[in-house]
């Protein structure tokens, strides 16, 4: 029986040729808004990934911006550093009422390519050098007024280093595209990673939604309802690191309190208790009934939960002296409670953990 998306991604099989030239493979995966298959382009016989959103994605009640800003980031400064680490697009057509986009294959994302490591820890100099194309693909799409919102390890996509390990993958399909891509430990300090899924991306002029962002990952301007830009990619991205490097998820929004239930006064506790306390700057731009839940008068928390007191030097266990005190001098950098605050992409290039 042939490979086939669910019912709304524009009925796509394998064998099938979409626009009368890319020929469907295999399914690379799928989400709640698309799907994305491996085909073989007919015109000029390369690899390619085709992105099939859902129907409802254009021409529903809201449309996304996903094919504009991949236009826009596809058309820009090529010469650019972050250029080359965000995704980029190829064509794009229509098929069954379904926008297709066409893009660059990858070989899998971050979520995956932790486990070539012991514990699922990326070592601390590959982190190095993922951050510091990450910051350039940041740097590169705020150029341009577009803010990524959702930055996770699924949407952190490892760059295939030769094209010839599709055809291997395809020969033996008991090996992954990522195994192909490095079949020597020697070779993952090459790494290179694309930021990608620009699906729930905005244009800091017009924000797609006002809730945006991984929950636990959330910049606390959003969290408040506040007026957000460019500076919670910066949040979220700090946010993410101590997953990749140690596995260590910063927040729960949880407590024993709440039977284990997500409230975001346990988040913005957490928050407070690392980086607090909260600016009444930003307190006054929050959401009115979310603030005075949570916040009393002279802007303290109220009845704050009991916690063991939450230090970051505890947090990370697999570094030590130096290096450990600049990479978490790096993550207070990027997550300063008022966004104001925050370092530019550009800037924290040059922050000691990156440049050393």
């Given amino acids: 029986m042939a490979d086939r998306a669910q019912e709304p991604f524009g009925h796509v099989s394998t064998g099938q040729a979409l626009n009368n030239r890319y020929q469907i493979i295999k399914s690379l995966g799928w989400g709640r808004y698309s799907t994305v298959w491996l ?168 924000h797609l939604s006002a809730m945006i962002q991984p929950t636990l990952l959330r910049a606390p301007e959003v969290l408040l309802q506040a007026s957000w830009g460019k500076e919670v990619d910066i949040w979220n991205l700090g946010a993410l690191l101590p997953e990749l490097l140690d596995t260590v998820r910063m927040f729960s929004g949880r407590s024993d309190a709440s039977g284990g239930e997500y409230l975001i006064k346990h988040h913005v506790e957490e928050i407070d208790a690392l980086f607090g306390p909260f600016p009444p700057s930003l307190l006054k731009e929050g959401k009115p009934e979310i603030i005075r839940q949570i916040f009393d008068e002279d802007f303290r928390i109220k009845d704050p939960t009991t916690r063991p007191p939450a230090r970051l030097e505890t947090w990370i266990e697999c570094l030590e002296g130096v290096e450990k005190k600049r990479f978490l001098s790096l993550l207070r950098s990027m997550m300063e409670i008022d966004p104001r605050q925050r370092m530019s992409p550009l800037s924290l290039q040059n922050e000691p953990w990156l440049s050393n």
Avoid at 179 to 197: A, C, I, Q, T
């Fill in 39 to 206: 085909a073989k382009d007919q015109v000029d016989l390369s690899y390619k990934a085709i992105k099939v959103l859902r129907e409802d994605c254009y021409g529903g009640e809201c449309d996304i911006f996903e094919l504009e800003i991949l236009k826009c980031l596809s058309e820009g400064d090529i010469n650019h550093p972050g250029y080359r680490h965000v995704s980029r697009l190829l064509d794009n057509f229509v098929h069954d009422r379904c926008v297709c986009l066409v893009l660059e294959p990858m070989a899998e994302h971050m979520k995956d390519f932790c486990f070539f490591f012991r514990d699922a820890k990326i070592p601390n100099d590959i982190l190095k050098r993922i951050t510091k194309q990450l910051l350039s693909a940041l740097d590169y799409a705020h150029s341009m007024g577009i803010i990524h919102a959702d930055i996770k390890q699924d949407n952190i996509m490892v760059r295939i280093r030769d094209y010839n390990i599709i055809d291997r993958h395809l020969q033996d399909p008991h090996h992954s595209l990522g195994e192909y891509n490095f079949d020597k430990p020697s070779d993952l300090p090459e790494v290179e990673v694309v930021l990608g899924d620009w699906g729930a991306a905005s244009w800091e002029s017009h």
